[in-house]
């Protein structure tokens, strides 16, 4: 690493705390955090040095970057600290983390000579394109939701310090891991292995797409964005994400093969009833007190897809994601997670919720309690896998004891 000195902020987030296990013991790591790292399970390493502070606090801040500088300053500043949720509702922390806060991070680092500054964007700050189209490099952040409102605001905000140092724009897909951690990918999970009544059920034609990137690629791209910096143009837009889309179908059809070796039929939900339905559900969450994850927004994005051209981006960055981390091939390690170890299970996909800041059922995911009864058969008798492994190649057999027809 060419880099003696890094700031992160948003280090105890889902890519900051990946990035500083990737980078620890390579160079001297500033880790900014309004939240205790040991709380999130952050590395903890003498090249890192904590400062728990609000980004969107002026005061807390601006005596973090004065002791950096003291000590000799950074040659580069990841900037991954920024506020999202699901509720759709205008929270007041994409204005103070995701603009205010930028804002603040940018102007504070004017002092340090900086070599390149690198801003977490997303995928989601640009709009779905027309059938056929896909988002690359080019594309405009021209969302109208309000967190990509903020991105495109951050996003503005670079062009403003061009002539202090050079920045780079790292629009990710939707980030997972082999635990899931990914909010809508965990409750699609849960709802489909769960047994319930509405476990097969898909919005629209299950045609919804995201684009999607295991973590550890995410962390790879960014080490190699830091170490090619100086063959990046200023203000260049790297996409951080798989070619393409991957459907709720697909997933759908990934995570039954792995739980029971057999995809029973899918029902087909009809968008215009998929849309009543999710406003029902939420109107009677509000009188129970027990909302659920899906919102009436998300109705607007059923069947739309949201497709990713990042070859000009692998192109420049000499960076190759590995095809067996693609998400449609990581679904079974993650249904064997899910069996396995049930309560890490939980505790990792708890903690993204709690950061995502939204109400929700947390119970862990078990099976259903009474399973349809069969023949007893010869063989030694079943047992718990004690690895994720094993538990995927474990979990087909055991899952064939339930039933999944229409009751």
């Known amino acids: 690493m060419d880099f003696p000195a890094l700031i992160v902020t948003g280090a105890t987030g889902f890519l900051g705390r990946h990035l500083l296990a990737e980078l620890k013991g390579k160079c001297r790591i500033y880790a900014i955090s309004r939240r205790a790292g040991r709380r999130f399970r952050a590395p903890d390493h003498p090249d890192i040095q904590w400062f728990h502070v609000d980004i969107g606090d002026t005061e807390a801040l601006a005596p973090v970057f004065r002791r950096i500088e003291r000590e000799g300053g950074a040659r580069a500043v990841v900037h991954l600290a920024a506020y999202y949720d699901f509720t759709g509702i205008e929270h007041p922390d994409y204005h103070l983390t995701n603009v205010v806060g930028t804002r603040n991070v940018l102007e504070l680092c004017r002092r340090l000579s900086l070599q390149q500054f690198l801003f977490a964007s997303s995928m989601a700050a640009c709009r779905f394109p027309p059938p056929g189209g896909r988002v690359d490099e080019d594309s405009p952040p021209h969302g109208d939701h309000y967190y990509a409102l903020s991105k495109r605001r951050g996003e503005e905000m670079l062009a403003e310090y061009a002539g202090e140092f050079p920045s780079r724009i790292m629009r990710f897909g939707a980030l997972f891991s082999d635990w899931c951690e990914y909010p809508p990918l965990y409750f699609l999970l849960r709802r489909w292995l769960s047994g319930r009544w509405d476990a097969r059920f898909l919005g629209g034609r299950?045609?919804?797409?995201?684009?999607?990137?295991?973590?550890?690629?995410?962390?790879?791209?960014?080490?190699?964005?830091?170490?090619?910096?100086?063959?990046?143009?200023?203000?260049?837009?790297?996409?951080?994400?798989?070619d393409g889309a991957v459907s709720h179908l697909e997933l759908y059809e990934a995570a039954m093969r792995a739980a029971c070796g057999m995809v029973p039929s899918p029902f087909i939900v009809p968008k215009p009833l998929c849309r009543a339905g999710i406003a029902a559900r939420e109107a009677l969450g509000l009188l129970t007190g027990d909302r659920p994850f899906e919102r009436w927004w998300m109705g607007d994005y059923i069947d739309r897809k949201l497709p990713v051209d990042a070859s000009r981006t692998r192109s420049r960055l000499g960076w190759v994601p590995r095809q067996h981390l693609g998400v449609l091939r990581r679904v079974p390690a993650m249904v064997g997670n899910c069996l396995?170890?049930?309560?890490?299970?939980?505790?990792?996909?708890?903690?993204?919720?709690?950061?995502?800041?939204?109400?929700?059922?947390?119970?862990?995911?078990?099976?259903?309690?009474?399973?349809?009864?069969?023949?007893?058969?010869?063989?030694?008798?079943?047992?718990?896998?004690?690895?994720?492994?094993?538990?995927?190649?474990?979990?087909?057999?055991?899952?064939?004891?339930?039933?999944?027809?229409?009751?």
């Not at 790879?220 to 798989?242: D, H, I, Y």
């Not at 007893?376 to 538990?391: F, H, N, S, T, V």
């Open 206 to 242: 299950g045609e919804t797409a995201l684009p999607y990137l295991h973590v550890r690629e995410a962390v790879s791209l960014v080490v190699k964005a830091l170490e090619r910096g100086g063959t990046l143009s200023p203000g260049e837009v790297l996409n951080a994400s798989m």
């Open 340 to 407: 396995a170890e049930p309560a890490e299970w939980a505790r990792r996909n708890r903690a993204i919720l709690q950061k995502s800041l939204f109400p929700t059922d947390l119970r862990v995911l078990h099976l259903p309690p009474a399973p349809v009864r069969r023949p007893a058969r010869e063989g030694p008798p079943c047992r718990r896998p004690d690895r994720p492994a094993e538990a995927a190649a474990a979990w087909p057999r055991r899952f064939r004891r339930f039933d999944f027809r229409w009751k």
